[in-house]
């Protein structure tokens, strides 16, 4: 899941098998919430999101959970294939000096899928 | 429909040395960001721009300056590059609410020595 360290959190599934990654963000007031995907050389693509007025959402493959509470999220991957490999980024949209629609990154978490 | 387009792709300055850091977007989006990235973080906002006119800054501006040149550009400006400022540098732009995804350009990697 997401650390605040300066080591990028690794997670190493097998093909296949379902992936669960975990992000905590900082502002109780943040309202909404996206799940990226960044290849190595690009820049993050957009997977999933979900409004704070929901603790579930799914797309394909993808499900995004929200636990407000406990200012939690995680993005589970079914099935997960080699083309999922990625370092995998929460942003929640939060408010700078009162102007809303800036997105705050966690700071990642790489998927290593083993063929 | 190209999205988002970021010039230069990679980039090498000396300490000192200024440069502009250009980005485009064709999806008629009123908000745009310029992002860094160092290794192993995540995506640190240095400036955004709510609307055309309009800049502010993020939560790492210092040592960089913004220029919102119509509603397509966004650019970004080192007066005076610093080591510190090697990073990769990302453009974005999103709708004004925030609570629509945001579509990245490709980056530019600057390495300064």
């Known amino acids: 899941g997401e650390s605040v360290g300066l080591h990028l959190p690794t997670l190493s599934v097998q093909e296949g098998d379902n992936s669960i990654i975990n992000c905590a963000y900082s502002?109780?007031?943040?309202?909404?919430f996206i799940w990226y995907k960044q290849e190595s050389g690009k820049g993050p693509q957009f997977i999933i999101d979900?409004?704070?007025?929901?603790d579930k959402r799914q797309g394909q493959r993808v499900t995004v959970l929200l636990n407000k509470t406990v200012k939690h999220l995680s993005l589970q991957i079914a099935a997960t294939q080699p083309g999922d490999s990625a370092v995998y980024f929460c942003?929640?949209?939060?408010?700078?000096?009162?102007?809303?629609?800036?997105?705050?990154f966690g700071k990642g978490t790489k998927l290593s899928v083993k063929p | 429909n190209a999205g988002v387009t970021q010039t230069p792709k990679f980039q090498v300055l000396k300490t000192g040395q200024s440069m502009t850091l250009q980005c485009a977007q064709d999806?008629?989006?009123?908000?745009m960001y310029w992002y860094r990235q160092d290794p192993g973080m995540g995506l640190r906002l240095i400036y955004y721009?709510?609307?055309?006119?309009?800049?502010d800054k993020g939560e790492v501006p210092n040592g960089y300056n913004v220029s919102r040149l119509n509603k397509r550009e966004f650019s970004l400006r080192l007066e005076s590059a610093a080591p510190s400022q090697t990073s990769v540098y990302f453009c974005?732009?999103?709708?004004?609410?925030?609570?629509?995804?945001?579509?990245f350009g490709q980056g530019t990697r600057l390495t300064v020595v």
């Open positions: 974005a732009s999103s709708e004004p609410t925030g609570r629509t995804e945001a579509f």
């Open positions: 502002n109780s007031a943040s309202d909404y």
């Open positions: 979900i409004r704070s007025n929901m």
């Open positions: 942003a929640e949209n939060t408010n700078y000096g009162g102007s809303q629609g800036n997105l705050i």
């Open positions: 999806m008629n989006h009123n908000s």
């Open positions: 721009s709510a609307s055309e006119g309009t800049t």
